[in-house]
């Protein structure tokens, strides 16, 4: 919006000045500088965006949030929290976020066959995912965020995401 509004202002000045015959040098410039601070202080802006999500986790299979919403761009730290007590080799969590247009059921079921890594199967399908966590632990990532849509996340360990599901949004 303000660099349209800039750009509407130049546009003016140079008109303006196509009147006159003459154009100096150091309206161009002006302008010119105008310009570019408008587009550094935008810029700015995009890279102080740092958003910190914690999304809570439980001994009944549970997550606290099944809908968490982004806008497009922004740097997130997600970090997700194991509110129970029962270890992680019998009730794990992570949070895996899929790439749009990933079969859950097939996601996960080829996630049972990577136990040696978490559960974090090979492939492509994963935009980003925590570790793997127990009671009273807690894993974080950082990543940005994809473009507008809605994605699935889920927990990847074994018959969780059937419950542990949710939808990312980004806007
Ligand atoms: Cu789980």
């Known amino acids: 919006m303000k660099i349209t509004k800039v750009s509407a202002v130049a546009l003016m000045l140079i008109l303006a000045s196509c009147g006159n015959d003459e154009i100096t040098d150091a309206e161009v410039k002006s302008v010119t500088e105008v310009k570019l601070d408008v587009e550094t202080e935008t810029e700015t802006e995009k890279v102080t965006e740092l958003v910190e999500i914690e999304l ?6 549970q997550y606290d949030q099944t809908e968490l919403k982004v806008k497009a761009g922004q740097e997130i730290t997600l970090t997700l929290v194991h509110t129970g007590e029962m270890l992680k080799t019998v009730m794990g969590h992570n949070f895996v976020l899929l790439k749009e247009g990933t079969d859950i059921a097939a996601f996960s079921t080829k996630a049972i066959a990577a136990k040696d890594n978490d559960y974090i199967p ?3 399908e994963i935009i980003a995912h925590t570790g793997l966590i127990g009671g ?3 894993s974080s990532v950082t990543f940005i965020a994809p473009e507008k849509g809605v994605y699935n996340y889920i927990c990847s360990f074994p018959g969780h ?9 980004v806007e």
């Open 122 to 124: 090979e492939g492509d």
């Open 56 to 61: 809570k986790s439980n001994d009944q299979m």
């Open 136 to 138: 009273g632990e807690s």
């Open 161 to 169: 995401y059937g419950v542990m599901k949710g939808k990312f949004i």
